[in-house]
């Protein structure tokens, strides 16, 4: 099995020491530098760049620069997604993002998750989980959402939360790590 096959069934791999992995990373941050460094006024060119860069848009999507990924390939977006400044999301898992999604400045999607074990982590080895982010959700700024996480519909994430554990629908969650604080009602 390749290290990219590891790497999407979420199983131990190398990422630094295999070829097509580092072609592929190099390849989107490529295309990240690009879009990143367009002029701001270029809008039909920087929404076509991020529809080189990740795997799955939908008609109506934004994303402010700066932004940064590592493959771009396991990134979905649904309708109506936005940006702002700044997103990062490491994408070595599956990261999808549902209808009606509104991101905050500063946030950042993790799926890469390193052992606990000291030996092994030295070795350079990694896995990944997927992240799925459902309909309606707002995100505020500051977030960081790990590795394995699903969050619900209608969920709003306060600002500077850390997402650890899934989120169910309609609640907001916020804090360090992230707690249910309230129910939104329909």
Known sequence: MSEKEKMLNG???MPENDETL?????????LCH????LPPDKLDERKELIKQIVGKTQNKFWIE?????????????GENFYSNHN?????????KFGDNV???PNCGFYTAEHPLDAETRNKGL????????????WIGGGVTIVAGVTVGNNVVIAAGAVVTKDV???????????KKIKDIEN
Do not use: H, M, W
């Open 11 to 13: 199983e131990l791999y």
């Open 22 to 30: 580092f072609n592929e990373r190099i390849k989107c941050k490529t």
């Open 34 to 37: 690009k879009y990143n460094n």
């Open 65 to 77: 620069q700066p932004f940064y990924c590592d493959y771009g390939y396991n990134i979905e977006l």
């Open 87 to 95: 997103l990062v999301i490491l994408d070595c898992a599956k990261v």
């Open 102 to 104: 509104f991101i905050g």
């Open 126 to 137: 990694e896995y990944a989980k997927p992240i799925t982010i459902g309909n309606n959700v």
């Open 168 to 178: 169910s629908d309609n609640c907001v969650v916020a804090g360090v790590p992230a």
